[in-house]
């Protein structure tokens, strides 16, 4: 039912694409995929799947019979990994290159920020960004599934 209406809203959404043309900038790199429309899950179990499990997902628009989501990059070998475990065909992801790059990390000893000199910097929409996607978990946790 969700899925559904998404499909006929699609044809008037503007907002969605603009926000997540922001989500792209603010959580650049990311990776989008292609997963089919009316499978075995809805965009919105496949969402909430990936967002339990700690990957942050935006972008999610049914597009004719598509259903796009948007990860980080770094978070994208665990995107693969769940749908895979799913059961769900996708397309898109990480090239075989960028994989392997976070496939073969060594971790690293970090310093704290005050050893390091860093200081986080506001990033101007960041704030405006990170409440719309509060507001919208929170309605989403209130929508009937």
Avoid: C
Avoid at 42 to 50: D, V
Avoid at 103 to 120: D, L, S, W
């Amino acid at each position: 039912m969700f899925d559904q209406l998404i499909r006929i809203s699609a044809s008037w959404d503007w907002i969605t694409p603009m926000i997540t043309l922001f989500q792209n900038w603010r959580y650049r790199p990311s990776i989008g995929f292609l997963l089919p429309f009316g499978h075995s899950y809805s965009a919105w179990e496949i969402t909430r799947f990936l967002s339990d499990k700690g990957i942050r997902v935006w972008g999610t628009m049914v597009i004719g019979d598509l259903i796009t989501i948007r990860v980080r990059e770094a978070q994208a070998i665990y995107a693969e990994y769940w749908l895979q475990k799913l059961g769900i065909p996708f397309e898109g992801g990480l090239s075989p290159e960028v994989a392997a790059k976070y496939r073969n990390v060594i971790p690293q000893k970090h310093g704290t920020f005050q050893e390091t000199g860093v200081v986080k910097k506001s990033l101007g929409f960041t704030s405006v960004i990170d409440a719309i996607n509060d507001l919208a978990d929170r309605i989403a946790a209130h929508l009937p599934t």
